[in-house]
């Protein structure tokens, strides 16, 4: 879905699905990616990706289960101005799992 968006924007939640959670590191997104998300559907990804800081003072760093765990937590209903906070492309930099040309 990123790749249809242009690879600039993250696409809209689903209705089970009401924060977006961005991780502040590489090594919680591989843990996300590879331990859960490939269990849950199947294949999990990492991406890297800059967002302007004045959006993100508006929000606070949060602990998920570990201090190694920081992320943010973003209301789906701010995702459209968290995508136009963007700078630059989304990179993905790992995937795991059931990987096809359809989900790169």
Partial sequence: MIKALGMREFPPRLP????FYPVLTEAS???IARDWNVQASGSGFVTRFEVLKSFLDGYRVEHAGSRAHLEYWIPA???????KAIVGEIVVTAAFGKITESTT
């Fill in 16 to 19: 089970d699905q009401p924060i």
């Fill in 29 to 31: 997104a591989v843990q």
């Fill in 77 to 83: 209903e701010d995702l459209p101005q968290f995508n």
